[in-house]
């Protein structure tokens, strides 16, 4: 039987073991580098942490939640949902936490895994690690010298109290938006450093009432009726984003809308309104960002943040005092796998075979890395949409990788070099004709142009396109 190892315990890797479960592969291992499986959700415990998919979008196809509480789940209802499906499908002990990964190598005939646990063999490696698992925290002088807490929403200090005191928040993303808004009735004054302002539109979050829930319980077409329309919206969004930007317009004015209604002050109504393309950045759904900015503790600092003293922030050559300074700050995107080293034929590593840009055949293969699978990869994110669908996609693939493996008897199967450049090609030449690419700073994007992160199409395609193993494309030995 085909022996698989997965790396990352969130809801790539929980999702693949559940799917391998599904397809009737037994000898699976995970290994979670934390304590608690989750990833991101497992990290990210800030105040007001929420996702901005709507929660029959934002959950696995093959294991719909009819229970959820709101239309957005927060952060603690998506760790028990991730734990549950853990469970439900039999895969919960084959997670293995608090165990590192730091080097997986292919031997000629199978993956050697290095882990901080000893040495583990499989036929086939799975790379769960994310895209928003690395902090990003800037190197600003004088940061070692501050006299307060500093910390990243991603590493939230929960023995800090923050009642009464005078915070910083460095970033207005999608983290800060869900931070200020949290913490603001409870600190003395809260400044936020703004680098530059992205678009918004309306949340328009609210609670299932019970009967609703036992509905979704007793008719599952209801809620899968649900996750097709959220999907369709969503879709629409894709298309804006990539080849029709005309139908971003009506969005844009939502946008404007929701600035001119929750403020009246010209200067900061100037400040908020970003001045790129709607879509460049994350668009972020909020129903009080902007009432927040306008509460009498709360200034929007648009000043370039400078240095930190020991006792505060100087921005545009002023020092602001402040207790705490938190970074809202993003992540290191770029990596994929990092920091495990992933070396394959002859020994040469994925950060050799990339040279600093990351590619990969649908997202899922590279050549010379046999039996090696990356999910939710190079190219596999998009400006809307759920990460989910884009797993369940991955795997698919995967999953008919494995069956053509079982149906030849073949012992590897590798993405043709050939194959990979073409679609590496494709993928560089769709680029430059989506909104990422107008001009604006956004996580995607180096600072040489290059966007290892974009699936430039609809996710539809996304699905279609890796259904079914495409025979031509891989060699099978």
Not at 81 to 89: G, L, N, S, T
């Amino acid at each position: 039987m085909t022996s698989i190892a997965v790396v990352g315990g969130g809801f790539a890797g929980i999702g693949a073991a559940a799917m391998l479960a599904r397809a009737g592969y037994r000898d699976v291992v995970v290994f979670e580098r934390e304590s608690r499986l989750g990833g991101v959700w497992h990290h990210n415990t800030y105040p007001g942490a929420a996702c901005d998919i709507p929660s029959h979008l934002y959950e696995f196809s093959f294991a719909p939640n009819p229970y959820w509480s709101h239309r957005y789940a927060d952060q603690p209802e998506i760790q028990q949902y991730m734990e549950d499906v853990a469970r439900r499908f039999g895969v919960a002990d084959r997670i293995h936490t608090g165990t590192e990964v730091a080097r997986a190598s292919w031997d000629g005939e199978r993956w050697v895994v290095e882990t901080s646990r000893g040495r583990h063999e499989a036929d086939v490696l799975l790379t769960a690690c994310g895209q928003l698992s690395t902090p990003s925290v800037p190197a600003i002088p004088g940061l070692d010298g501050f006299d307060g807490p500093t910390f990243h929403t991603a590493r939230w200090r929960h023995d800090v109290e923050l009642a009464g005191k005078r915070v910083a928040v460095v970033g207005t993303g999608c983290s800060a938006i869900q931070v200020v808004p949290a913490i603001q009735p409870h600190v003395a004054h809260v400044d936020v450093y703004q680098r530059s302002p992205g678009w918004t539109i309306p949340k328009l979050d609210f609670a299932y009432r019970e009967r609703t829930k036992r509905l979704f319980a007793r008719y599952p077409r209801l809620q899968r009726l649900d996750r097709r329309v959220n999907f369709a919206f969503h879709e629409y969004g894709a298309l804006g984003l990539t080849r029709h930007p005309w139908m971003m317009k009506p969005v844009k004015a939502v946008s404007r809308m929701q600035i001119n209604r929750a403020i009246s002050d010209p200067e900061l109504r100037r400040k908020v309104t970003p001045s790129d393309e709607i879509g460049c950045k994350r668009i972020m759904l909020t129903d009080d960002w902007y009432p927040t900015l306008t509460k009498p503790n709360v200034d929007l600092v648009t000043e370039r943040v400078e240095a930190v003293t020991a006792a505060g922030v100087i921005a545009g050559g002023a020092e602001r005092p402040a207790d705490v300074i938190i970074f809202a700050t993003g992540f290191h995107s770029h990596g994929f796998t990092a920091p495990m080293e992933v070396a394959g034929e002859g020994g040469r590593t994925l950060e050799d075979a990339w040279a600093g840009v990351p590619s990969a055949y649908l997202g899922l293969t590279v050549p010379d890395f046999p039996n090696l699978f990356l999910i939710y990869g190079p190219h596999t994110n998009g400006g809307t949409g759920s990460v989910i669908f884009t797993i369940e996609c991955g795997m698919q693939h995967v999953l008919d990788a494995l069956a053509a493996l079982d149906e030849t008897g073949a012992r590897r199967i590798e993405v043709r070099a050939d194959a990979a450049a073409a679609f590496e090609r494709e993928i560089k030449d769709a680029l430059p004709r989506t909104v990422w690419h107008s001009g604006c700073r956004n996580w995607y994007v180096d600072e040489n142009g290059n966007d290892p992160n974009q699936w430039p199409y609809p996710f539809s395609s996304y699905r279609r396109r890796t259904a079914q193993l495409d025979r031509a494309a891989y060699s099978l030995t």
